[in-house]
């Protein structure tokens, strides 16, 4: 048997000629980008622009200095350590065809749970321009009820007081930029990489919530000189497993510990709003516009929200994978009839895109056979993904006269879900939500009350008030727990509309 060789910077050129590689010195690069929340997104995204600007000329100032917050990072921090911050992306074509390379982006990792002054130091850096995060729809801290920072929360206290060993992000940036002002530098820009309807907004408002908490003034001053784009993101990356490592060593020959899969599209389109300049990212492929919120929105209501429509009724069937899902005629039709009848009537018109070629290369992508992207990741958070990928849709059509019931069907069976973690065999199903006990105990109230789960105001806001909606989602609930064999619904829902 060949020896492995394990993926670090000095065996890069060992490595089988067919695995393309950085070419450019990683040795001379500067961190001009620090990213919070390097997870599998990050690394097939904005390290993967960033990695093709990085070989594509002379951009040395944009390497990427990635930051984990809590102790669950821990494990990304020392893999990447290990191997100088190198892992392969691995992008599966539907055909069959698979590119591999190894991205050479990230140049550093810091552990702010261990070290919260380096940190901060390296935000504060001159060399520093752009903060990124990736830090989950739910990682915002925005109080459901008001929309505005939940100052509440243990760590927002914990973080109010002690200004130099902060928790959150929020407290981190905070100081950062207080450390900047204080030696006459420029604001960084803060890029949220999460999918938000305006996510640049929102992270403005809630790290403006939360530095008016501690310090008026910076605040004024962070309002003033800082940046926040908004930002639609694109790239479906599913979580690593054992067979991925597995690859890389049989077929090539590589010891990766934590190599990334993902599809071939690849989208990014940001605000060109910027505070301390920015990477030439539109020379490999991003877009940059005056106004994302039509493409966030159509991203938001078309690929996230037919991920959960899929991602709830596929797993209370049993199903494993999405493409699993869209493989099934019925999934596939009920899926396109969710987006002509509901989501798209909604949607705004998006300048030089078609919804229908949309629509389409969505259900192939979502088809790709060799992704395998596992409803357990789609369906995990789902307390903060539905309220941003398929109420709003909801909303909007009470609001016009549209249909609900598509939507609503998979709100019943999300309470199903909620309330047996089992699929309709009786299947465990892992559930990974902030919210599991809330959601679990509502759910199981149903029996009692049959809209005790759509009366969690922190997801539904006051949808139980609508009497049209509360009607249409009761008729799904008497359906679901019926039988949980949710094509039955679905077939008949979509013979009433024949
Ligand atoms: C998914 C997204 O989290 C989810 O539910 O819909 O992670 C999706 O795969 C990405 O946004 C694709 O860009």
């Known amino acids: ?64 200095c990635g930051v984990g917050l809590r102790d669950s990072d821990r494990r990304m921090a020392t893999i990447l350590k290990q191997q100088d911050y190198l892992y392969t992306l691995i992008v599966k074509r539907p055909d069959g065809a698979v590119e591999t390379r190894v991205i050479g982006s990230i140049v550093d990792f810091l552990m702010g749970c261990d070290d919260p002054a380096a940190v901060i130091d390296r935000m504060a850096h001159p060399e520093t321009k752009i903060v990124s995060l990736t830090i989950t729809e739910g990682g915002y801290g925005a109080d459901a009820a ?195 009848l509901e989501a798209t009537p909604v949607l705004d018109a998006v300048e030089g895109v078609d919804l229908d070629d949309y629509k389409a290369t969505l259900l192939g992508r979502f088809g790709n056979p060799n992704i395998r992207d596992n409803l357990a990741r789609i369906c995990l958070e789902s307390s903060s993904k539905l309220p941003v990928f398929l109420i709003p849709t909801i909303r909007e059509n009470l609001a016009r006269g549209g249909s609900v019931r598509y939507a609503a069907l998979v709100i019943a069976a999300w309470c199903y879900y909620s309330d047996k973690h089992a699929d309709r065999h009786g299947q465990p199903l892992v559930v990974t939500d902030a919210l599991k006990d809330c959601l679990h105990d509502a759910a199981k109230a149903t029996r009692e009350d049959r809209l005790s789960f759509l009366r969690i105001k922190l997801v539904f806001g006051d949808l139980a008030n609508d009497e049209r909606f509360a009607k249409t989602y009761t008729d799904m609930i008497d359906r679901v727990y019926r039988t949980a064999d949710v094509t039955e619904h679905m077939q008949a829902l979509m013979r009433d509309e024949d």
């Open 146 to 340: 008001t929309g505005e920072f939940d100052a509440t929360h243990p760590d927002a206290r914990h973080d109010i007081d002690h200004p130099l060993q902060p928790r959150q992000v929020f407290g981190y940036l905070t100081a950062a930029l207080r450390k900047r002002r204080e030696q006459g530098l420029p604001a960084f820009t803060v890029q949220s990489c999460d999918n938000i309807q305006h996510n640049g907004d929102l992270t403005r408002k809630m790290l403006l919530g939360f530095a008016r908490l501690q310090d008026a003034e910076l605040a004024e001053w962070i309002e003033r000189e800082a940046c926040f784009p908004n930002a639609m993101v694109d790239r479906i990356t599913p979580v690593t497993v054992q067979s991925d490592i597995d690859y890389l060593r049989s077929e090539h020959n590589i010891d990766d510990q934590w190599p990334v899969v993902c599809e071939p599209f690849c989208q990014w389109i940001i605000e060109d709003r910027f505070s301390a300049g920015r990477p030439d990212w539109q020379n490999v492929g991003v877009h940059f516009v005056p106004d994302v919120t039509p493409y966030e929105k159509m991203k938001l209501r078309l690929l996230n929200a037919g991920h959960s429509v899929l991602g709830i009724l596929g797993s209370v069937f049993g199903y494993q994978t999405i493409d699993e899902c869209v493989g099934d005629d019925l999934f596939r039709e009920y899926l396109q009839r969710f987006y002509d």
């Open 1 to 64: 048997m060949k020896t492995l060789i394990a993926l670090n910077q000095q065996n890069l050129s060992r490595l089988p000629s067919d695995i393309a590689r950085p070419t450019y010195d990683r040795g001379r690069l500067t961190t001009g980008i620090v990213h919070v929340g390097v997870g599998g997104f990050h690394r097939s995204h904005e390290a993967y622009y960033t990695d093709l600007l990085l070989e594509s000329g002379d951009a040395p100032r944009w390497g990427i």
